[in-house]
């Protein structure tokens, strides 16, 4: 259990708390994004009642190139959230690769000086 608060404690919170509004930011702006791309989409393709839409082809194409575009871009605004998300889990895991090589130093240097501790009261016993 003590592990868990060493490993929390190596942690840069600073830099996750610093990071985090722009994180939520890019987050909701994607959701808003694809909630108004949504809507664009379903009601830019309105069907006639014969089956046939009541647009032109000319402005059916601009309304489908813009989609692309909206696309485009909310997928270059998801790759930008994806390599801030993998930034902020890359420094966590170099948190915990420190940590556990600390551990295992800690458990060497305790391993030693309980061998040393027990040699001191062995010496001591023999001792007049």
């Known amino acids: 259990m003590a592990a868990w ?3 929390l404690k190596l942690v840069p919170w600073g830099q996750v708390i610093e990071a985090t509004p722009q994180v939520l ?3 909701r ?4 994004n694809r ?3 949504n809507t664009a989409q379903s009601t830019a393709l ?3 009642a014969d089956g046939q839409s009541a647009l ?3 402005v059916q ?4 190139r813009e989609r692309v575009r909206c696309l485009e871009q909310e997928q270059q605004d ?5 390599e801030s998300l993998a930034e902020q889990t890359a420094q966590v895991v170099r948190a915990v690769e420190t940590l556990r090589l600390r551990a295992r130093r800690l458990t060497g240097a305790v391993l030693v000086l309980g061998a040393a501790c027990l040699g001191l009261l062995v010496w001591g016993l023999r001792q007049p």
């Open 5 to 7: 608060f060493t490993v």
């Open 25 to 27: 930011q890019a987050a």
């Open 29 to 32: 702006k994607l959701l808003r």
């Open 35 to 37: 909630r108004a791309g």
């Open 46 to 48: 309105v069907q006639g």
């Open 56 to 58: 032109p082809t000319d």
């Open 61 to 64: 194409l601009q309304q489908l």
């Open 78 to 82: 998801c790759a930008a959230l994806i």
